[in-house]
Every structure is written in C-alpha cells, then in structure tokens.
C-alpha cells in the first residue's frame, strides 16, 4: 500500500461543493461519535449495529454509500480504542503511554468548526489523467470533475479516497495497493502511475548498515564490510524547526492574549497560528523526505541489502506537546525509510536503541560521563574518542548481533533545501564550495 497525494484546483462553485459535502462528512462523523461517546461514558460498552444504522441513512441521501466509509472509519477507530484500553488495563503498553482516549471529533477547538474532510469509496471515484503531472478527479456521486496537480507514481488497485482541506488547500489522498489489478467489478478503480511494483532495483550486495536516528546527525550510519561511516547533518531542519516553533508560539501568544481581552481579531491570529503549523510540517517533510532518498540511494550503491534502524526511546523527555511530536516525527521517518529502501529491494528491521548512546560500542562498558561534549563519546578505558551518534549506531549493530569496523573515513552532508550536499572536501574543493552533480545526489 503507497498513497500518493495531489493537490486539487476546483472552481468556485466546486469548492462550495466540496465544502458542503466535507461539511456533511465532519457532522456525520461528529454525531455518530457523539453518541458512541455517550454510550461510553454511560455503560462502558457501545451499540455499534444500532448507531451504524442510525447515522447512516440520516446521511446517505446527502452522501450516497460514502456515508458507509465514515461509519466504518469510526467502527475501526472505536476497536482500536477498545484494544488499546484492554492492552492498558492489562498493564502491557509501555510505562511511558498515557491512559488511552476515545476518538476526538472532526473539530478545531479554538473556533468550534468543523475539520473539512470527505470520505470516497473506492469504487465511486476515478483519475483521468492528462499527462505525468495532472488531470482529472472525477467524483461519481456528486458529478463533480476537479481539476488536480500531482504525479502519480505507483500504478494499481485504488482504495478509499480522503479529501482534505489543509491549510486553505484541497489535497485528495489515493491509497493504492501497488501492482494489484483491479475487481471486475469496478474496472475503472485502478489507477495508472509510473511503477507497477513498489520494488524497483535488486540489492548490489548483501553488506550491512546500522542506522542512529537523531536531531544533531538526522542519519549516522556505520557498516559491516567497511570503516566507512556516513553522517548526514540535521543542522538545517533543527534550525527551521526552532523558527517555526518560535513563529508557533508568538501568534498562540498573541491569540490568546487577544482572545481573554475580548477582542474578535483573535480569529486572525489563530489562522496565523494554523498557517504557521502547517507549513513547519509541509518543510519538515520536504527536508526530510529528501535526505531519505539520498540516504536510500547510497545505501543501494553501497551494495546494502539489509538495514537496522534504532528506535528512539525518548523517555524522560515527556514534557507533551514536544514529546508528541518528536514521537510522531520518529515513527514517520521511520515509515518513510522502510518505504523508500523497500524500492532497492533493502529490507529494513527496527531494534530497540534504548541505552545504546551510553554503552561504550569500543569495551562494551558504561562509563559514567562518556557523552561529552560537541558529540564527541570517550572510553574512558582506551582513551580513544568517537562521534557520539556514530557510537550509537555501532551499539545498534551489536544489539543485531554484527560486528562492525571501527570508521576512519566520515562522509558528511547536509540536507538544504535543493538536496543533500557533502561537507567532506574532495580534493580541490572546500566546505565552502561545494561542487556536486546534481542527478548522483536525487
Ligand atoms: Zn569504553
């Protein structure tokens, strides 16, 4: 399963449409949570035939069967409730999960609207194609054909379509199941893209490399067959992420002070707010989606077929809003590497990283101030010193059972905003003036 995203240009009639329909979608959600909601709280349980029934046809003239795709999206959200409430009753989440809350409402907050989303059955929608970069998405129940921007690369059997506004912008997210070919049923539920299959190359090798995940080096990666190790520097992201989270927390500052004086402006402010949240996501992504693609492609070229990845264990750091987010960024990347490496054909494992910053990967001990500063780690038992990320990743490779060389030759990058460029100078060049081929570094 890939998703590809587009962004959709509707006229305005369409857009009032579209927010009308994505209007009806977020009450239907609304309500019918409501009332499970009630259920909850009253008996503990909920009737999920008899809510299923009720909300369902109350919508299904305004929104034909795709009423039934919100009923079902909350059914799932609802079990999965369930299931993570016995797992925490039970005591067998991880000590550092909070107690587990019902699903939340399609709803923002502050303004009390409604989140504008629109759920489509896969077989009541399709994608005419004008060429690699647009076309048409054609909703079947609404008679609606918009206008959509995007490439699509995977070809194959399509899923439920979610239409979402996001920041003022129409995006429409196409789950496809790569490759598969479509039911005789709905002959036109198959969208056509560039790849057929989600694996593109084979392995060049079968050498190993242990990945640490951090916030000063994005990647630091050690190897089995060589004493090369690979840092790639998360300086740019690091930067943008404290701007934006400054912009963040100046227009939440102002919006609510406005908003306990009385003043109606605070509306302004908060759209400032949610403006300023987007795009940190949209450039966050965008950096890190493009050091993903350029650590995918030297690990191929390295002759990699298998990849262990640490899995932060970020405890002591539960401070909420920021914890949250490193969480859900960490489990992103994570995601976005398995994705990217599985196209090289390199399978990708996860090991629990917890501890492995302080354990010493040269005498295996735990030496009291070992991390010092600037990123440097020193065994205080031979003296030598080591980069404190690249420390990490070959802890990763023990705890996979490998052993690894200890790196003499570090490659630096950096991610920027046109692409992941070397810090390591080659010969007549300096960090200063970095010459690189633009189409070896994609
Ligand atoms: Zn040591």
């Known amino acids: 399963m890939r998703t590809v995203r587009l962004r959709l240009l509707p006229s305005g009639a369409q857009e009032r449409r579209l927010r009308k329909l994505a209007d009806a979608t977020a009450r239907l959600w609304n309500e019918l949570n409501y009332t499970r909601l009630m259920q909850f709280r009253m008996m503990g349980k909920i009737d999920f035939k008899g809510t299923e029934h009720e909300f369902y046809h109350k919508y299904k003239d305004k929104l034909g ?81 918009i206008k959509y921007a995007g490439r699509v690369k995977w070809s194959g059997r399509q899923g439920m379509l979610m239409i979402k506004l996001e920041d003022n912008r129409w995006f429409a997210y196409v789950p496809i199941e790569v490759g598969s070919k479509p039911v005789r049923s709905n002959p036109r539920g198959y969208v056509m893209g560039v790849y057929e299959k989600v694996q593109i190359e084979k392995p060049r090798g079968s050498n190993k490399a242990f990945i640490d995940i951090g916030l000063n080096n994005l990647f630091a990666v050690v190897f089995n067959h060589s004493d090369t190790a690979i840092l790639i520097k998360g300086s740019t992201i690091k930067a943008e992420y404290y701007w934006w989270k400054r912009e963040i927390g100046t227009y939440q500052a102002i919006r609510d002070w406005l908003r306990n004086c009385g003043f109606k402006t605070w509306h302004k402010y908060h759209a400032f707010y949610l403006h300023a949240v ?87 001990m735990k030496h009291e101030n070992g991390r010092v500063k600037r990123g440097l780690y020193i065994c205080q038992t031979t003296g030598i010193g080591i980069n404190a990320d690249l420390n990490a990743a070959r802890n990763i490779a023990k705890r996979a059972g490998y052993e690894v060389p200890m790196p003499t030759k570090i490659l630096g990058y950096m991610v920027t905003t046109n692409g992941v460029k070397p810090l390591t100078p080659k010969e007549g060049e300096t960090t200063k003036t970095p010459k690189i081929n633009p189409t070896s570094l994609r």
């Open 278 to 364: 987007f795009k940190r996501r949209e450039r966050l992504r965008h950096y890190y989606r493009t050091a993903i693609r350029f650590l995918a492609k030297t690990l191929w070229q390295m002759g990699i077929d298998e990849v262990f990845v640490g899995y932060p264990y970020l405890v002591g750091q539960d401070n909420g809003n920021e914890y949250n987010v490193n969480i859900w960024w960490f489990s992103k990347i994570i995601r976005w590497l398995g994705e990217v490496l599985q196209e090289y054909g390199i399978r990708l494992n996860v090991v629990n990283e917890y501890g492995t910053s302080r354990q010493c990967s040269i005498c295996d």
């Open 65 to 145: 069967v795709n009423a039934g795709q919100v009923v079902r999206l909350s059914n799932w959200a609802w079990d999965s409730f369930f299931e993570t409430l016995r797992l925490y009753r039970q005591g067998k989440l991880p000590r550092f999960n909070s107690k587990p809350s019902p699903p939340g409402f399609w709803k923002d907050k502050l303004l009390g609207k409604r989140r504008l989303i629109i759920l489509v059955r896969n077989d009541r929608y399709y994608l005419e194609q004008v060429n690699g970069g647009e076309g048409y998405l054609v909703l079947k129940d609404w008679g609606l054909k």
